[in-house]
């Protein structure tokens, strides 16, 4: 997780989260967001992550942390236990995307997202010269191991919420360096997107 990416997630979920605030950190990494909103937002906070390497960061931070599978920690919970639900450059990586997305919204009053969207300009410019795809900091390695493997862009995100009837309650869009807000043809020009929705 570069720390460019930590920086936008959090300068943008701290204005949205409120204080004191139940929040879940699923694909939390090092526990990073979660020990900033904790010190700047009194949140009580729970991180989800199947690296064992990244959960010991989070336990030596200070960080209550689940190690194993999303979906089956998000079935322990019970129906708006949390008031946020984190998903941030977690959609790319799953196999039950679908099925992820529904049980934060159960759990989680709201739920933040935030991805590198694969629609950017430069990405479908690579594509249409080269005939794969681009490998940079937010698509990095070859198609057979890179990561993420399932690719999100802005016009894909919005039509899921529209087919879902999941109510999107604020759109964040970054340029391709992900520092300067992008206000015009998001699906085009933004390099980076982030969320908050609600059923």
């Avoid at 729970?46 to 336990?59: F, L, N, P, R, T």
Wanted: aromatic residues 12%.
């Amino acid at each position: 997780m570069s720390v460019k990416k930590r920086d936008i997630d959090f300068e943008v979920f701290k204005d949205w989260i409120e204080p004191d605030s139940r929040v879940l950190d699923l694909g939390c990494g090092r526990g990073v967001l979660l020990e900033n909103l904790f010190h700047t937002k009194n949140v009580y906070g729970i991180g989800v992550d199947a690296d064992a390497e990244k959960v010991c960061a989070c336990i030596r931070r200070g960080v209550n942390v689940y190690h194993g599978d999303i979906i089956t920690v998000l079935k322990q919970y019970p129906d708006r236990f949390f008031d946020w639900v984190i998903c941030s450059r977690t959609l790319e990586e799953l196999n039950a995307t679908a099925q992820t997305i529904e049980e934060a919204l159960r759990v989680g009053k709201k739920v933040a997202i935030a991805f590198a969207n694969n629609g950017y300009w430069l990405n479908r410019l690579h594509f249409f010269l080269h005939g794969q795809g681009v490998i940079n900091h937010a698509f990095p390695g070859e198609w057979d191991v890179r990561s993420p493997s399932n690719p999100v862009s802005v016009n894909v995100f919005e039509a899921f919420c529209r087919r879902k009837q999941i109510r999107i309650l604020n759109r964040y869009f970054l340029k391709g360096d992900w520092q300067t807000e992008c206000k015009t043809l998001p699906s085009l020009l933004a390099g980076y997107a982030l969320y908050s929705v609600a059923k």
